[in-house]
C-alpha cells in the first residue's frame, strides 16, 4: 500500500504544477445503408461500423525526446463477437528525430497502404496480410494486434522497422505473448509534399513470420507463416487541383504445403497465396479543399496450393463529395467473387451498394512543438 | 588563467548571450551588449540617394538561450537592421523576397508617397517569392518609426518582420534641450510562437500550391481571394463562391496569444543592457511592433517625454511608467542620477515572462558603469542581516572599513558567488 502511494505520488509529479499535454482529439462517422445482393441471398442494412473516436496526449521529454498516449475505440460489426465497442488503439509512442518506439495496440505492419475505400475493411482480404491465428469472425483481429516496435528515421523519409505483435489468437484468446516477428522497410515522401512529387510518393517492404503451431515441425521459422508484402503508391498527375494517383500492394503468403483444402478460416490464412490489389484515386480540390474524389480499384487473390482451383476477385468504385467542412456523402460499388474452394468459405458472389454519410475530423489543441513532418521542419533546419 | 576563469570565457563564447554577473561592468560586458541593440544597416550612395538593401528569409531565431523558433526574419536578424537616416534624404531600399512568401515594407510614420506606403492591394501588389521591390522616398518627418511587413500582418510582424527607422534631424531641439552622446532603439513585441509555427505552416504549404498554378497559368482571383471590386466578388458567390471565411470554408479558430515577449528580439536573460553613467544623459527610442500594450517602468528614476510618434514635445514632463501601445513610438531621456543597477520592464507582469514562467519577457536593466564594483558585493551592503551583520546601520553604503563578512557555505551553495546581479530564471 505504501508502495503504491509513492508511485501515485511520483506520477502525479509531487504535487508541481503540471505542463499540459498537446490534445488532439479524433473521430470518424461512417453511416451508410448497404443492399447486399448475393448469389444466395440479398438484405438491406443499416450500417454505422468503423465508427471511431480517437485521443491523444503528446508531449516533450528531456533530451529532446516527445512522448505520446493514444487511445482509441472502434464501434465493430454487430457480429463480430467483439461486443458494442473494440479498442482498436491503446499505446505510448515515444520519438525523437531519428527514433520511434511503439508499444501497445494498434495498427499492425501488415498492410503498408491506404485505400480508397469506404470503410478501411471494405478489401480486407485483400489489402491485409491475414492473421492466421484468427478464426476470421472480424475483422479487427487482422488488422490490430500488441505491437512492441522500433523504427529508424534515416533522412526524412526512410523508416526501417522492427517489429513484434501478438495477434488475437482465437484458440488461446488468454496468450498474450508475442507471436509474430518482423522486419519493415519503407521510403515515404511526407505528407505535406506528396501533392507534386513527379512519380513517387511511397514504396515499402514488409516481412513479417508469424509463429504458429505447425505439428511435425519443432524448428519456429519452420513451423511459422511467413508473409512478404510489396506496397507502392505513385503519382500520376501531381496537381493541386486534378491530383491523379495509383495504389498497389501485393501480398505473398508462403503458406504451409500441407494446407490443400479449406476447411475455415485457419486454413484460409495458412496456406500459400498470392494477393494483387490497386487503386486508381482522382481527387478534384476546389480552393485549396477536397471537392470530390472518384476511385476504381480491383484485386485477385489466387490460393495456388489447394486441391481445387481457387481464386477470388474484387472490384471497388466509389465516389465522394464534399458537403462542407469535415461532412461528405458517398456511394461505392463492390463486387467480389469467390471461386473454387473459397466459395464454400465465404459465397459464391456478391454485388454490394453502400450510400453514406462521412464525418472526419482531427485537430490538436494546445499545440506547443512542431511535428516531424512540417514543412518549416523538413525544410527549413528542424527545431527539436 | 585559472580553472574558474577558464570554465567562465568558455561558457560565454559558445552561449553567447549570458552575462556572468562578475562581468556586468567589464568593457567586455559592453562589447558583448552590442549583439542585443540593434544594427545599423549601411548604405551606398548612388548620386544623392542613399541605397540600402533588405532581403528576407526564413531563419531560426533564439530569443533566450535554448528555445528556438521559425522566424521571418529581415537581413537574418530580429528586429531587422535600423535604417538611419537625416532628415531630407533621398532613400532607396532595394527589398528582395527570398522566402515562398507574399511580403511588403510598410513605412510607419514616414511620409512616403502613396504608392510606396506598402499596403498590399491598395498602393502596391505582393512582392510574391524570389521577386524584388525598390522603395524610394524622402525621409520625413525626423524622429523615431518602424517598418514592417505588411502582407499577413498578423502573422509576419510576431514572426520577425520588422525594424526600426530613425529620422535624424541635425538641428534637433531634443538634443538641444537634454545634451546626450549615447542613445538605445528599443524594439519590443511580442509572439505566439505556436501560432507562427502552424501559421507558417499552412501559409507555405499554400504558397507551393499556389505558385505551382500560377507558373501553369491556371490561377484565378477566386483561389486567390482577391477581387477587383465588390461586385466581382458578389458576383463570384452568386455564382456558388464561398469566402474563406465563412465557417465552413476555412478560418483560423484561435487568434494568436502570445507566449514570448522580446525586446530587440530578446528576452530574458538575453535582453539588452542600457549603459549610462553618472551626470550622463541618454536617450531612449521606444518602439512597439507587437500587438500588445507594454507599461514600461523604470526603477529608480523618472524620465523625460520628450517625443511621441517620432514628434518632439515641446514641452517634455517626467513620469517614469509609459503605457507603449501597439504601433507607438515614444523616446524618453533619462538622467543619470541615481547610480545602480536598476530595472526597466514591462509593468503587466504578464510579459515578464517566457512561456508563461515569471522572470522573463521585457526586463532589462539599466546599469551604471561609474558604480564600484565593491557595491556589488552581497555580503558588503545586503539588508539581510545574515549576510551582513551591520545591515540597517544608516551609513552602510559608506563602510569602507566593514571587515569582509563573505557568505558561508550554506548561502554559497543556493546563490553562488557573493555578488549581483544574477541571472533568475524561476522565481
Same mark, same amino acid.
Given at each position: ?85 473494440? /479498442? =482498436? %488503439?491503446? $499505446? ?6 531519428? *527514433?520511434? @518506439? ?104 514488409? /516481412? =513479417? %513470420?508469424? $509463429? ?6 519443432? *524448428?519456429? @521459422? ?163 | ?427
Amino acid at each position: 500500500m505504501k508502495n503504491l502511494l509513492y508511485i501515485i505520488i511520483f506520477i502525479s509529479g509531487w504535487g508541481y504544477a503540471q505542463i499540459t499535454p498537446e490534445f488532439e482529439i479524433g473521430a470518424k462517422g461512417v453511416f451508410s445503408g448497404n443492399l447486399n445482393f448475393n448469389s444466395d441471398e440479398s438484405s438491406a442494412v443499416s450500417d454505422f461500423s468503423d465508427t471511431q473516436l480517437l485521443m491523444g496526449l503528446r508531449q516533450k521529454l528531456y533530451n529532446d525526446w516527445r512522448a505520446q498516449f493514444v487511445l482509441g475505440l472502434q464501434f465493430p460489426d454487430a457480429n463480430s463477437n467483439l461486443g458494442q465497442v473494440f /479498442y =482498436n %488503439n491503446i $499505446f505510448v509512442r515515444l520519438e525523437d528525430k531519428k *527514433n520511434i @518506439f511503439k508499444v501497445g495496440r494498434t495498427l499492425a505492419q501488415t498492410n503498408l497502404n491506404e485505400f480508397p475505400t469506404l470503410r478501411d475493411d471494405d478489401a480486407q482480404r485483400f489489402t491485409y496480410a491475414l492473421n492466421p491465428f484468427s478464426d476470421g469472425v472480424n475483422t479487427e483481429r487482422d488488422q490490430y494486434a500488441n505491437v512492441l516496435e522500433y523504427a529508424r528515421v534515416f533522412k526524412q523519409r526512410f523508416f526501417v522497422s522492427v517489429h513484434g505483435e501478438n495477434f488475437y489468437d482465437s484458440t488461446e484468446p488468454d496468450d498474450f505473448r508475442l507471436n509474430s516477428m518482423g522486419l519493415t522497410l519503407l521510403y515515404r515522401v511526407p505528407e505535406s509534399q506528396r501533392w507534386n512529387r513527379n512519380v513517387l510518393q511511397e514504396i515499402g517492404l514488409s /516481412y =513479417n %513470420n508469424y $509463429f504458429t503451431d505447425r505439428s511435425g515441425y519443432s *524448428n519456429d @521459422f519452420d513451423a511459422s507463416v511467413k508473409n512478404l508484402l510489396f506496397s507502392t503508391t505513385i503519382n500520376l498527375k501531381p496537381d493541386p487541383i486534378n491530383f491523379v494517383d495509383f495504389r498497389f500492394q501485393a501480398i505473398q503468403n508462403f503458406g504451409w504445403d500441407e494446407v490443400t483444402t479449406l476447411n475455415d478460416y485457419f486454413d484460409y490464412t495458412r496456406t500459400e497465396s498470392t494477393t494483387l490489389f490497386g487503386t486508381v484515386r482522382y481527387l478534384k480540390q476546389k480552393l485549396e479543399r477536397p471537392h470530390y474524389q472518384l476511385a476504381i480499384g480491383g484485386g485477385y487473390k489466387s490460393l495456388s496450393n489447394l486441391g481445387l482451383d481457387s481464386d477470388q476477385f474484387m472490384f471497388i468504385a466509389n465516389g465522394f463529395y464534399r458537403l462542407g467542412q469535415d461532412f461528405d456523402i458517398g456511394l461505392q460499388y463492390r463486387y467480389s467473387d469467390n471461386k473454387g474452394l473459397t466459395e464454400i468459405l465465404f459465397g459464391k458472389s456478391e454485388h454490394r451498394v453502400q450510400l453514406a454519410l462521412v464525418y472526419s475530423f482531427s485537430k490538436i489543441f494546445n499545440k506547443q512543438f512542431g511535428d516531424r513532418e512540417d514543412l518549416l521542419n523538413l525544410e527549413h533546419n528542424y527545431i527539436k | 588563467m585559472d580553472r574558474r576563469d577558464f570554465l567562465g570565457t568558455g561558457a560565454a563564447s559558445t552561449a553567447g548571450m549570458l552575462f556572468f554577473p562578475g562581468n556586468l561592468l567589464a568593457e567586455s560586458a559592453k562589447e558583448e551588449n552590442k549583439q542585443r541593440l540593434v544594427r545599423q544597416l549601411p548604405y551606398t550612395m548612388d548620386g544623392e540617394w542613399k541605397e540600402f538593401e533588405l532581403y528576407i528569409d526564413l531563419h531560426t531565431h533564439e530569443p533566450a538561450p535554448g528555445f528556438k523558433y521559425h522566424t521571418l526574419a529581415f537581413n537574418d536578424m530580429v528586429p531587422g537592421p535600423e535604417i538611419r537616416v537625416n532628415a531630407g534624404d533621398k532613400v532607396r531600399v532595394k527589398f528582395t523576397n527570398r522566402t515562398d512568401l507574399n511580403h511588403t515594407i510598410h513605412w510607419h510614420g514616414l511620409y512616403v508617397p502613396w504608392r510606396m506606403d506598402g499596403v498590399p492591394f491598395v498602393t502596391q501588389l505582393p512582392v510574391m517569392p524570389k521577386n524584388e521591390f525598390i522603395y524610394e522616398f524622402v525621409a520625413e518627418p525626423e524622429g523615431t518609426h518602424f517598418y514592417h511587413c505588411h502582407w499577413g500582418t498578423l502573422m509576419h510582424m510576431q514572426a520577425g518582420m520588422f525594424g526600426s527607422v530613425i529620422v535624424e534631424n541635425p538641428d534637433d531641439p531634443i538634443k538641444k534641450k537634454f545634451p546626450y552622446e549615447r542613445e538605445y532603439t528599443l524594439v519590443y513585441s511580442s509572439h505566439d510562437t505556436n501560432y507562427i509555427r502552424e501559421e507558417m505552416n499552412s501559409m507555405l504549404e499554400r504558397m507551393k500550391q499556389r505558385s505551382f498554378l500560377m507558373k501553369e497559368g491556371r490561377f484565378t482571383s477566386e483561389q486567390w481571394a482577391v477581387f477587383d471590386n465588390k461586385e466581382q466578388l458578389l458576383d463570384s458567390m452568386e455564382k456558388g463562391y464561398q469566402p474563406p471565411y465563412l465557417n465552413n470554408r476555412r478560418s483560423n479558430s484561435d487568434l494568436p496569444q502570445a507566449n514570448w515577449f522580446t525586446v530587440n528580439g530578446k528576452s530574458y536573460p538575453s535582453t539588452p543592457y542600457l549603459f549610462i553613467k553618472s551626470g550622463e544623459n541618454i536617450r531612449i527610442r521606444l518602439i512597439n511592433a507587437g500587438a500588445e500594450t507594454h507599461h514600461l517602468h523604470l526603477h529608480g528614476h523618472d524620465f523625460w517625454m520628450v517625443a511621441d510618434d517620432g514628434v518632439p514635445i515641446e514641452h517634455p514632463w517626467k513620469r517614469n511608467t509609459v503605457p507603449l501601445t501597439p504601433g507607438k513610438t515614444f523616446d524618453i531621456v533619462v538622467e543619470g542620477k541615481n547610480r545602480g543597477i536598476w530595472t526597466f520592464h514591462d509593468h503587466d507582469t504578464r510579459k515578464v515572462t517566457n512561456n508563461g514562467l515569471y522572470p522573463g519577457g521585457n526586463l532589462l536593466a539599466l546599469v551604471y558603469e561609474d558604480l564600484p564594483e565593491d557595491e556589488l558585493i552581497i555580503s558588503k551592503y545586503s539588508g539581510n542581516p545574515m549576510y551582513n551583520p551591520k545591515a540597517g546601520m544608516s551609513d552602510m553604503k559608506g563602510m569602507k572599513s566593514m571587515e569582509k563578512n563573505e557568505m558561508n557555505g550554506m548561502d554559497k551553495m543556493m546563490f553562488g558567488q557573493d555578488k549581483l546581479p544574477k541571472i533568475a530564471l524561476d522565481e
